[in-house]
Each structure stands twice: as C-alpha cells, then as structure tokens.
C-alpha cells in the first residue's frame, strides 16, 4: 500500500519559515516525479513546485526565490524549505508522486498539511 506522509506544518508569523517533509511507503520515490501542490480556501489547488525524478525543478512565480524544494531518495522524502513566507502562502499543502509506464499512470497523494502565516 502506498503512502505519503507530510509533515512539518503549521502557524508562523510572515516573514518566518518552514520546511515540510513528505515521506512515501510502498513506493520508491526516486523514480518519480514529485511535487508540492497547495490548496486555500475557496481556490483551487495548485501547484507549488515540481520535481522530476532527474532533479529538474519547476516552481511556480509566486514562490520563486521563497521556496526551496529537495529530496533525500536515501530517507525516501521530498522536502519544502519555506522562507519568506507571507499570508497568502496560507493553505493546506499536498504532496503527490506520480510516474508513468507504458502501461500505467501512478499517481498518488498525501493527507495535507495545514501552513498558517498569521500576525
């Protein structure tokens, strides 16, 4: 059974950071491509940033130069180092991982993390 867990969370004040962890079981996360993925309320989710499985990275402008992604494929993790981060940054973050065969599509999704940046 695949999993993905993220973790790391929670309520700072802007300008703070966080870094947030996303950990897979059942899958081998090297081989895939993996990403950040944010959704606030009443808005669709988007994507944060992406990383393929050959390291090529893709952030979208609003975090560019705040956020840093980063994988340990020995731990089996993805991380999101978050600086800068203000209060539109608030959400709930997902991670997903996602490869594709010739025969078959893997996507795959976290639980979420809720990121607050409040006064």
């Known amino acids: 059974q695949v999993q993905l867990v993220e973790s790391g969370g929670g309520l700072v004040q802007p300008g703070g950071s966080l870094r947030l962890s996303c950990t897979g079981s059942?899958?081998?996360?090297?081989?895939?491509?993996m990403g950040w993925y944010r959704q606030a309320p009443g808005k669709q989710r988007e994507l944060v940033v992406g990383?393929?499985?050959?390291?090529?990275?893709n952030y979208a402008d609003s975090v560019k130069g705040r956020f840093t992604i980063s994988r340990d494929n020995a731990k089996n993790t993805v991380y999101l180092q978050m600086n800068s981060l203000k209060p539109e940054d608030t959400a709930v973050y997902y991670c997903?991982?996602?490869?594709?065969?010739?025969?078959?599509?893997?996507?795959?999704w976290g639980q979420g993390t809720q990121v607050t940046v409040s006064s």
């Open positions: 997903n991982a996602r490869r594709t065969t010739l025969l078959r599509k893997f996507d795959y």
């Open positions: 990383i393929t499985s050959g390291g090529s990275t």
């Open positions: 059942g899958i081998i996360s090297s081989i895939y491509d």
